[in-house]
């Protein structure tokens, strides 16, 4: 049985092209990391917007 300590590491990478500046959500796509705007995301995807309007604790 493998534990977290025997487990292999990866490299997380910054994707270049969608990693903004202004963004304030981060997102982990295999090894990629994406930061990107929640506004603009909540208003492209519907599936996000209702993710992103439940109160966070």
């Known amino acids: 049985m493998e534990t ?3 487990l292999p590491t990866e490299t997380l ?3 270049g092209s969608l990693w903004f500046t202004d963004g ?3 997102l982990q796509a295999g090894t ?3 930061r990107v ?3 603009i995301l909540a208003a ?3 599936v996000f917007h209702d993710m992103l ?3 966070q604790p």
């Open 4 to 6: 977290a300590a025997n």
């Open 13 to 15: 990478i910054r994707e």
């Open 24 to 26: 304030y959500l981060v």
């Open 32 to 34: 990629q990391l994406l």
């Open 37 to 39: 705007s929640l506004g």
């Open 44 to 46: 492209k995807s519907p």
């Open 53 to 55: 309007s439940f109160p």
